[in-house]
């Protein structure tokens, strides 16, 4: 029962992004970054990106959307590494859906992204939006993953919407609309944000 009870409110979640914020992927380069297991990837590739590039730590998890997803360039890689990022390039839109929060470094990974991969749109969601820091065990599913079993200090900080959107002021973005899911969808009550680059 509550394996079906998430599906609906991940299912819920995903029909909301693909009605308010996916469209902004169609013919696009999309560079989705965690994808996990696919689920919001099954909507982008609704919405035909021009190239779909996906980023993702855990092995598992590339091993699973590897097969969902032939047509995708898909990255086993960490947003915190250099190599990694220099690995994807230029990307028109970046998603980061379920992933800020499980950061040590949010707002180092928000620069990685700008400085390598420098999207015209980011769209983020924050399922922890306030000013904290806890531990997280790293490699469990869905949570923090290393690409190759380094060690990490364990502990992930969570930062709040007025530093989330000073931040990405201080990067070159401005937000242009910001939302939160709704009851019934996974993370319901959480905020989402779009952001574009000033110099559009």
Known sequence: ???LQMALAMNAKCIFLNQNFLSQCR???VLEIGCFDGWITERIVTNNPAQLI???SSKSSVE???KKFPTAKIVHG??????DMQRIGKVDVALLLGVIYHSHAPLHMLEQLVNFCSPEIIIMDNLNPVFIWHDEIPNVAG??????GRRTCDIIINIDRDITVRAMENLGYSLILEDTYPVGAQAAGCPIYQFEKNDR
Request: charged share 30%; hydrophobic share 40%.
């Open 1 to 3: 029962m509550q394996q």
């Open 27 to 29: 013919d696009r380069v």
């Open 54 to 56: 996906l980023l993702e």
């Open 64 to 66: 699973t959307v590897t």
């Open 78 to 83: 960490d947003l915190h590494v250099d190599g």
């Open 143 to 148: 949570m923090r993953s290393t690409v190759d």
